[in-house]
C-alpha cells in the first residue's frame, strides 16, 4: 500500500473523490472529527499521512505555530504543496513507521484514514506517545473494525443490484486484508476493537472522545449516503498523553 497513491491512474482516481476536491469540507466524517481537536493557537503539531495537507491547513487557520506533515507518497507530498503551503508548515515524504518522533517534541499528533494501513499499530502508538509533550493529544480517525473486518469491504446485494447487508467475517483475526479501491487492489490491516482501544491504553494514553463516523446530515442525499447508516465506517478517537 506504500507507494499506491503514486500510481498515476490510481491517483487520479482519488483526486476525483469528494474529499479531494472539496477538502476537510467533502470528507464526511469531518462535522464529528472536528470537535475532537482542542485549542491550536501557538501549538506545534504532527499530521501522519497528511495526504493534500489539508488538516495541517487547518491547524495554520487555527492559529498552529509550526506543522510538520508527512506522507509516504511524493505525489501526494507535492499535491500537499501545491495547495496548501504555509510557512508554518513543513511537508516530507516519510512514512508513518519510518519517521523519527523526536521526545516529547509536539503538543497534537493526527492522523486521518492512515492507520488501517499499518500493520504494528502498537509500535506506532509507543512512537506517538515517545514524540508528544506532557498533556498532548493524538486524534486519529481509522477504519472500524467492521468496515476492514468485512469480506472485501463490498455490500451483499441482490440479482438487481439492492444493497441487502454488510458481511462480517474472521473478525478475531488481525492482519492483512485485501481489497479493491478506485480500480486497485490494495491491502489494509484489519486490527479490532481491541486492539484499536486497547492498544492506547497498554500504552499510556488516556481516551478522551470517542465517535463513530456517521454522515453528515448535509451530504445525506447523496447517493449511496443513506447505506452508511446501516455499518460503520470510520471510527473517530482522541487521546492524551498524561
Known amino acids: 500500500m506504500k507507494n499506491i497513491y503514486d500510481d498515476e491512474g490510481f491517483f487520479q482516481a482519488y483526486a476525483q473523490m469528494e474529499r479531494s476536491e472539496k477538502g476537510l469540507q467533502g ?3 469531518w462535522h464529528q472529527f472536528c470537535r475532537f481537536f482542542p ?5 506545534k503539531v504532527l499530521d501522519l499521512g497528511c495526504g493534500y495537507g489539508w488538516h495541517c491547513a487547518y491547524a495554520v487557520r487555527k492559529g498552529a505555530a509550526e506543522v510538520r506533515g508527512i506522507d509516504s507518497s511524493r505525489r501526494m507530498i507535492e499535491e500537499a504543496q501545491k495547495r496548501n503551503s504555509d510557512n508554518r508548515i513543513q511537508y516530507q515524504v516519510c512514512g508513518a513507521e519510518d519517521y523519527s518522533y523526536p521526545a516529547n517534541e509536539y503538543d497534537i499528533v493526527l492522523s486521518n484514514l492512515v ?3 499499518i500493520q504494528d499499530l502498537n ?3 509507543q512512537k506517538v506517545y515517545h514524540t508528544l509533550k506532557p498533556g ?3 486524534l486519529f480517525n481509522i477504519e472500524h473494525p467492521v468496515f476492514t473486518g468485512s469480506v472485501g469491504q463490498e ?9 441487502l447487508y454488510w458481511p462480517v467475517d474472521d473478525y478475531f483475526y488481525p492482519g492483512e486484508r485485501k481489497t479493491n479501491f478506485l480500480g486497485k487492489d490494495v ?3 484489519h486490527h479490532t476493537l481491541t486492539q484499536i482501544l486497547g492498544g492506547l491504553l497498554e500504552n499510556g494514553f488516556v481516551i478522551e472522545a470517542l465517535e463513530e463516523a456517521m454522515p453528515d446530515p448535509a451530504m445525506i442525499d447523496i447517493p449511496g449516503m443513506k447505506d452508511e447508516m446501516r455499518r460503520p465506517m470510520m471510527l473517530l478517537v482522541g487521546a492524551a498523553k498524561l
Open 27 to 29: 470528507a464526511g466524517e
Open 39 to 43: 485549542e491550536m493557537k501557538g501549538k
Open 115 to 117: 492507520l488501517h494501513y
Open 123 to 125: 509500535g506506532i502508538y
Open 136 to 138: 498532548g493529544k493524538f
Open 155 to 163: 455490500w451483499i446485494r441482490d440479482d438487481k443490484g439492492n444493497v
Open 187 to 189: 491491502i489494509k490491516q
